[in-house]
């Protein structure tokens, strides 16, 4: 079992910037690629990025690639994304998750987060 925590959500203009992080505690944090994923009112959840467990391959969705980026921190057992140029459309719930294996379908993911709000503002 993996349980996530994010953070970090809120309230911003747009083109500011936002921070997200996930924490993480369970089994073996390094055993787990993580992504974060976002759902916007109406539509369906979507990939955002997604990072390897060592940290050394990533990938983003086109909308976000160039303003986001992924990281993560194995010793701190914590996943970030840094979102800058922020837009309306980026307005969403974000959720963290982990998979074996690095990748941008949902249904690979075994462990998800409770959600963090980001709404951005014009």
């Known amino acids: 079992q993996v349980q996530l925590v994010e953070s970090g959500g809120g309230l911003v203009q747009a083109g500011g910037s936002l921070a997200l992080s996930c924490a993480t505690s369970g089994q073996t944090f390094t055993s787990y690629a993580m992504g974060w994923f976002r759902q916007a009112p109406g539509k369906e959840r979507e990939f955002v990025a997604a990072?390897?467990?060592?940290?050394?391959?990533?990938r983003y969705a086109d909308s976000v690639k160039g303003r986001f980026t992924i990281s993560r921190d194995n010793a701190k057992k914590m996943v970030y994304l840094q979102m800058n140029s922020l837009k309306l459309e980026d307005t969403a719930i974000y959720y963290c998750?982990?998979?074996?294996?690095?990748?941008?379908?949902?249904?690979?993911?075994?462990?998800w987060g409770q959600g963090t709000q980001v709404t951005v503002s014009s």
């Open positions: 998750a982990a998979r074996r294996l690095l990748g941008a379908a949902e249904s690979g993911y075994d462990y």
């Open positions: 990072v390897s467990w060592n940290g050394g391959s990533t």
